[in-house]
């Protein structure tokens, strides 16, 4: 039988796509978009050892309305297919090895979403939001930003604030066994967002941006398909679905800093550094870099390096011990400690002198991400079961009219 069930490889892949020029337009206070631009983009992402893989179809346009309005629309669809770790389990040996669904998990995502900004002569306000349906999974949200400019607009004050509703209905695995939530047969969670940041153009050639952001979360925050093995004899021996606190307060910082080579044919240097924390004891430093040098007749070449480190959750083990069973426990691999290594290259052509379009820009681009446990600050690592990677493809196209 088939399995259907969200991923959290969906979210994560969509802000990638999103995260790539022309899918994400720059709202700044006081200047309104004054071409039509048109948007699509496929990726492809694939795990090592036919583990999972991800079809994603982007499409958003945004245009104009008046002299002081921008308005747009992004739809998005994902498909997903393959296995995902399950539990992890110690073999005769003592030594934990990571066990996976099989390959019957497939999904769709269809999401929409929109927004509306008014710009003032120093300042705008956007309005947004977004609905999005799987097979297993709803969510809604709204959203609000505004931008301050200040200083002869050398300083930009930006502010932003969302709440998402969702709704989990978990269906069965193949071997017919359904997650017995402690929700019943729907299970929801409110997530809030909130952000305070500042930009300041240093001189002509260096600007830096610095953001603050508050989340809290509550309700169900569990995965309902990710099981714990307990050994021993006690009550919980074998194994056991995850149970996660109801909450959680996050914070994160993330500084952003530019500058603009004009001796190296213009070329742009990026460097982001964030760090999070929760009140479940995850603690992450995340640093980015990237090149964007420009080539010749439009040609532009993007390298990229990024490299994340996180602490493990305090419930989180890789299995636990019936006799010394907690009340919250996970073995989520995502909630252990861990570090990553990536890298990838872009390529884009830009074509401006093209009938009935100002601007058509084409790009492409590689990723290979690396997940292992021994590349985590410190080398507190929880082993290597849960080592894996994955590259991503990517193809866009953006066009001004």
């Not at 997650?179 to 001189?203: E, F, H, M, P, W």
């Amino acid at each position: 039988m088939k399995t259907n069930k969200k991923h959290p490889l969906i979210s994560r892949l969509s802000l990638a796509a999103l995260a790539l020029p022309g899918l994400m337009q720059d709202a700044s206070a006081g200047r309104v978009e004054e071409t039509y631009n048109g948007d699509f983009q496929y990726g492809h992402y694939a795990e090592g050892h036919q583990r999972m893989e991800v079809d994603i179809f982007e499409a958003a346009l945004s245009a104009p309305i008046g002299k002081s309005i921008t308005a747009s629309v992004n739809v998005v669809r994902d498909v997903i297919s393959g296995a995902s770790p399950i539990y992890n389990k110690p073999n005769a040996k003592g030594d934990v090895k990571q066990t996976l669904s099989g390959a019957s998990i497939t999904d769709q995502r269809d999401a929409i979403s929109s927004s509306l900004t008014y710009f003032f002569d120093k300042a705008s306000l956007g309005l947004a939001g977004g609905f999005s349906k799987e097979n297993d999974y709803t969510s809604r949200y709204v959203s609000t930003n505004a931008s301050i400019d200040l200083n002869n607009k050398l300083t930009t004050l930006n502010f932003g604030a969302s709440v998402a509703f969702d709704e989990v209905q978990p269906t069965a695995y193949s071997s017919g066994s359904l997650r017995n939530t402690d929700c019943g047969a729907i299970c929801s969670k409110t997530s809030q967002q909130y952000l305070l940041g500042v930009s300041q153009v240093i001189d002509k050639d260096s600007i830096i941006q610095s953001n603050i952001t508050f989340g809290y979360h509550n309700g169900y925050l569990a995965d309902p398909y990710k099981k714990v093995y307990f050994t021993g004899d006690g009550d919980l021996a074998g194994q056991n679905y995850d149970v996660r606190p109801r909450e959680k307060f996050q914070w994160a910082w993330l500084t952003q800093y530019v500058h603009h080579f004009q001796a190296l044919n213009s070329a742009a240097l990026h460097t982001d550094y964030r760090f999070y924390t929760d009140d479940w004891g995850i603690n992450s430093h995340t640093v980015d870099l990237s090149w964007n040098q420009p080539i010749a007749d439009g040609w532009q070449v993007i390298p990229r390096f990024r490299y994340y480190s996180q602490d493990r959750a305090d419930f989180y083990q890789p299995v636990f011990d019936s006799a010394q069973a907690p009340d919250i426990y996970s073995s989520d691999y995502r909630l252990a400690s861990f570090g990553s290594l990536s890298g990838g290259i872009k390529l884009s052509k830009e074509f401006t002198q093209i009938k009935s379009l100002s601007q058509l820009k084409f790009q492409t681009g590689i990723e290979y991400y690396d997940h292992k446990s021994s590349y985590q600050l410190g080398g507190n690592g929880s082993g290597s079961f849960d080592d894996f990677s994955y590259y991503l493809l990517t193809a866009s196209v953006n066009a001004k009219f």
